[in-house]
């Protein structure tokens, strides 16, 4: 935005156009952006990937929910785009799953996603971390159509036959090994 630069970090309100919380991406402009461009530019995905999750991961350690839904947007592309399948997975799923600014649209992607993979570990996943969702805020367990699914696949892990996905710990570096 053209007026970003002549306004405060706090301003609510653009004093010259208006626009609500106009200064919501400029710390991660100003912090992230050409060393994120430079990576892409020099088609080094890992690196931009890691910078982005790092920038998103403190976008929402500072509440900036508006920065943070834009990086989202961006890690999401350079997950699909590097084939950074459990990332992909781990990050919709997080999105779907964040009860104040989630998208359930995520979740529907994430499900689909690991289907469209053949990664019935992904899909795993995804169900326990609905379910678990579910579970918190609406006091409800997996929904009628899904049971099935998520009986053959548990069943399958304890055959042996599926080792399920355990993404690292939270953190901003969770993906640096």
Known sequence: MDCDADIEY???????????????L???KESYQLEIDSAIEDNDLMLA????FQSWYQAGSIHDFYAWGEIHRQLIDIYQEAKMYDRLIYQLCYSAT????????????????SKELGREDLE?????EFDGFNMRYYNKGTPENMVNRVKELQQKVQRGELIEFTPPEFGENMWNN
């Not at 706090?10 to 919501?24: H, K, M, R, S, T």
């Not at 600014?101 to 689909?112: E, F, I, K, V, W």
């Not at 795993?124 to 326990?128: P, S």
């Open 49 to 52: 990937a890691k910078i982005l």
């Open 98 to 113: 964040f009860y104040e600014h989630g998208s359930p649209q995520d979740g529907y992607d994430a499900l689909r996603i």
């Open 26 to 28: 400029r710390w991660f």
């Open 124 to 128: 795993l996943y995804c169900y326990d």
């Open 10 to 24: 706090n301003v609510q309100e653009c004093p010259f156009c208006g626009l609500d919380n106009p200064v919501a």
